[in-house]
């Protein structure tokens, strides 16, 4: 059992911490008995426990009994084994103790320090672990950071401390049982039909990007030959696409359920035609108005869903007013004929009250959290969390978005290069758990764009890999369910750890959670970086006993 000693302030931010880092703990108890003990912002209580992680990014009494030399720092980086954890909020460095440095900062000054005793380990670690969570879940992260899932980092970095001082540790990883990630597979609905757009920007910026762009895209190196060609081709034959003469080349839905088989997959759906809405700085844009409405795709969203893929919202201003959310909302169900529980902002507009007013609206997820410009982890995390102001809505963050990889003004990266970006995503997910999510947009496998061989590229990548595809929607669940189940006590005897668990009913399409037990790691191995992590995994049922080797 982990015990907990936090500020006030910090016991929300404690609470989701601990539901992303799903093992059991509690706040501090005078009466409590703890193997670990976490103070953040805190000074130390009166405890027996054989480990304190005693975080702080201020002096604290502790460091002034000990005489730690403590000098407080700007916003840094902590380097801790073989990761670089962005901090901040700031942080301080300590001549090192001791029992001698455990992670540093870009200037190697300690930052983690060791007291070592006969039956007590006390690591100061010099920044506030909660407020650092807190900070990037509430307001991310900026794109320099992007490659960094900051929020799992510090909670591997917890893990890794308690298990090599020969304390296991049991929890509920957030990956089904079965699979070592879930995939997400979306789509916004941006430009379902080229022929809705006559002699208006979007038709003058295919033309332009089909022939000039395709062009000097040719010239350096990000399309071939044969793209130049089709491109061409697409823009010659436009008059005869707006003739009917022939097919519209965004039309793309059929060409979606073909490549993605039975792959789950989410459909993101604009509600209105010509609605722009406001940005969050209070201007319009008219390029953000869509050239079509829920109702005019009817037909092919209905064929969407009985095909087993999930329609949600792309929101308008559903951000920023719930009656709004709840009008777009009704605009998309009424089309599709179905229920709609998730949704995404059109362009990724969102502010710090949009969780509440989307949980108002009666959503159960959102999945706007991402970045415009490039990929990666905005909310420092691949798993589903609940965002600051909500306590039912749920957000799944996005991770990897096509116009991300390929706009110029963005990564513009060819398919090879794309291929080479998206891998440390693709690992991550598989050495760590959580969601990876992809947005692919809706015309994006036809001429200008040509962007499907790169999505086919992904999905063998990812079939390969062998995920769970979920909709958003179930994905959302399954964590839901996730956060749901309960330790009822964890007891260890003579080599066993002993877990009842309770884990509630839910949906028959989703994979059960598992239970991982985290071996100790012996002293003699804590000081290698090369050392596997030793754990063993379980199936969890609903009210199981689990009888595993300690």
């Given at each position: 059992?982990?015990?907990?000693?936090?500020?006030?302030?910090?016991?929300?931010?404690?609470?989701?911490?601990?539901?992303?880092?799903?093992?059991?703990?509690?706040?501090?108890?005078?009466?409590?008995?703890?193997?670990?003990?976490?103070?953040?912002?805190?000074?130390?209580?009166?405890?027996?426990?054989?480990?304190?992680?005693?975080?702080?990014?201020?002096?604290?009494?502790?460091?002034?009994?000990?005489?730690?030399?403590?000098?407080?720092?700007?916003?840094?980086?902590?380097?801790?084994?073989?990761?670089?954890?962005?901090?901040?909020?700031?942080?301080?460095?300590?001549?090192?103790?001791?029992?001698?440095?455990?992670?540093?900062?870009?200037?190697?000054?300690?930052?983690?320090?060791?007291?070592?005793?006969?039956?007590?380990?006390?690591?100061?670690?010099?920044?506030?672990?909660?407020?650092?969570?807190?900070?990037?879940?509430?307001?991310?992260?900026?794109?320099?950071?992007?490659?960094?899932?900051?929020?799992?980092?510090?909670?591997?970095?917890?893990?890794?401390?308690?298990?090599?001082?020969?304390?296991?540790?049991?929890?509920?990883?957030?990956?089904?049982?079965?699979?070592?990630?879930?995939?997400?597979?979306?789509?916004?609905?941006?430009?379902?039909?080229?022929?809705?757009?006559?002699?208006?920007?979007?038709?003058?910026?295919?033309?332009?990007?089909?022939?000039?762009?395709?062009?000097?895209?040719?010239?350096?190196?990000?399309?071939?030959?044969?793209?130049?060609?089709?491109?061409?081709?697409?823009?010659?034959?436009?008059?005869?696409?707006?003739?009917?003469?022939?097919?519209?080349?965004?039309?793309?839905?059929?060409?979606?359920?073909?490549?993605?088989?039975?792959?789950?997959?989410?459909?993101?759906?604009?509600?209105?035609?010509?609605?722009?809405?406001?940005?969050?700085?209070?201007?319009?844009?008219?390029?953000?108005?869509?050239?079509?409405?829920?109702?005019?795709?009817?037909?092919?969203?209905?064929?969407?869903?009985?095909?087993?893929?999930?329609?949600?919202?792309?929101?308008?201003?559903?951000?920023?007013?719930?009656?709004?959310?709840?009008?777009?909302?009704?605009?998309?169900?009424?089309?599709?004929?179905?229920?709609?529980?998730?949704?995404?902002?059109?362009?990724?507009?969102?502010?710090?009250?949009?969780?509440?007013?989307?949980?108002?609206?009666?959503?159960?997820?959102?999945?706007?959290?991402?970045?415009?410009?490039?990929?990666?982890?905005?909310?420092?995390?691949?798993?589903?969390?609940?965002?600051?102001?909500?306590?039912?809505l749920l957000e799944l963050p996005l991770h990897i978005m096509d116009t991300a990889l390929f706009y110029r003004s963005y990564m513009d990266l060819s398919q090879a290069q794309a291929s080479e970006a998206v891998r440390p995503l693709l690992e991550n997910a598989s050495r760590r758990g959580?969601?990876?999510?992809?947005?692919?947009?809706?015309?994006?496998?036809?001429?200008?764009?040509?962007?499907?061989?790169?999505?086919?590229?992904?999905?063998?990548?990812?079939?390969?890999?062998?995920?769970?595809?979920?909709?958003?929607?179930?994905?959302?669940?399954?964590?839901?369910?996730?956060?749901?189940?309960?330790?009822?006590?964890?007891?260890?005897?003579?080599?066993?750890?002993?877990?009842?668990?309770?884990?509630?009913?839910?949906?028959?399409?989703?994979?059960?959670?598992?239970?991982?037990?985290?071996?100790?790691?012996?002293?003699?191995?804590?000081?290698?970086?090369?050392?596997?992590?030793?754990?063993?995994?379980?199936?969890?049922?609903?009210?199981?006993?689990?009888?595993?080797?300690?």
């Amino acid at each position: 059992m982990i015990g907990v000693a936090a500020a006030e302030a910090d016991r929300s931010a404690v609470q989701e911490f601990f539901e992303l880092f799903k093992t059991p703990w509690e706040f501090y108890r005078p009466e409590g008995e703890y193997r670990v003990l976490i103070c953040s912002d805190h000074e130390v209580p009166p405890t027996s426990a054989e480990l304190i992680l005693l975080y702080g990014n201020r002096r604290t009494a502790f460091d002034r009994e000990q005489q730690i030399n403590a000098a407080v720092d700007r916003p840094s980086i902590l380097r801790f084994r073989r990761s670089t954890i962005p901090l901040y909020k700031g942080c301080v460095c300590f001549a090192e103790a001791s029992g001698g440095a455990v992670a540093n900062n870009a200037a190697g000054a300690a930052v983690a320090v060791v007291h070592r005793s006969d039956s007590q380990d006390i690591i100061r670690i010099g920044y506030d672990l909660f407020g650092e969570v807190q900070h990037v879940l509430a307001q991310g992260q900026p794109s320099e950071w992007a490659s960094a899932a900051t929020v799992d980092e510090h909670i591997a970095m917890v893990r890794e401390l308690i298990v090599e001082r020969g304390i296991p540790i049991v929890e509920i990883p957030p990956m089904p049982h079965g699979y070592d990630f879930v995939a997400c597979l979306t789509h916004d609905i941006d430009h379902p039909f080229l022929r809705r757009h006559c002699w208006d920007h979007t038709m003058f910026g295919f033309l332009y990007r089909a022939t000039i762009g395709s062009f000097f895209d040719v010239c350096r190196g990000k399309k071939s030959a044969g793209q130049l060609f089709t491109n061409w081709k697409a823009a010659a034959l436009l008059p005869f696409v707006y003739g009917r003469r022939r097919d519209d080349p965004w039309e793309q839905f059929d060409r979606y359920l073909e490549l993605e088989g039975d792959l789950a997959s989410t459909f993101f759906v604009l509600p209105y035609k010509g609605d722009a809405g406001v940005a969050p700085d209070g201007r319009t844009s008219p390029k953000r108005a869509a050239g079509y409405a829920a109702s005019d795709i009817a037909v092919d969203l209905r064929k969407l869903a009985a095909a087993g893929r999930e329609i949600a919202l792309h929101g308008i201003n559903a951000w920023q007013d719930a009656s709004r959310a709840c009008a777009e909302r009704g605009a998309v169900q009424q089309a599709s004929g179905v229920r709609v529980e998730g949704t995404r902002m059109h362009w990724l507009y969102f502010a710090p009250e949009s969780p509440a007013k989307l949980q108002e609206a009666g959503f159960s997820y959102d999945s706007t959290v991402g970045f415009n410009e490039t990929i990666g982890y905005r909310a420092g995390t691949t798993q589903v969390y609940k965002p600051s102001g909500a306590y039912l809505l749920l957000e799944l963050p996005l991770h990897i978005m096509d116009t991300a990889l390929f706009y110029r003004s963005y990564m513009d990266l060819s398919q090879a290069q794309a291929s080479e970006a998206v891998r440390p995503l693709l690992e991550n997910a598989s050495r760590r758990g959580g969601v990876l999510t992809v947005n692919w947009h809706d015309r994006s496998l036809g001429p200008e764009r040509l962007w499907g061989p790169a999505y086919e590229e992904l999905l063998a990548e990812l079939r390969r890999r062998k995920p769970w595809f979920a909709t958003a929607g179930q994905a959302v669940s399954w964590f839901r369910k996730r956060r749901a189940a309960s330790f009822c006590s964890v007891k260890q005897r003579s080599g066993t750890v002993h877990v009842k668990l309770s884990v509630p009913d839910a949906r028959d399409d989703l994979p059960p959670l598992r239970v991982r037990v985290h071996n100790a790691t012996s002293r003699e191995r804590q000081d290698s970086v090369a050392a596997a992590p030793v754990f063993e995994d379980f199936v969890a049922d609903s009210l199981d006993l689990v009888l595993v080797a300690a």
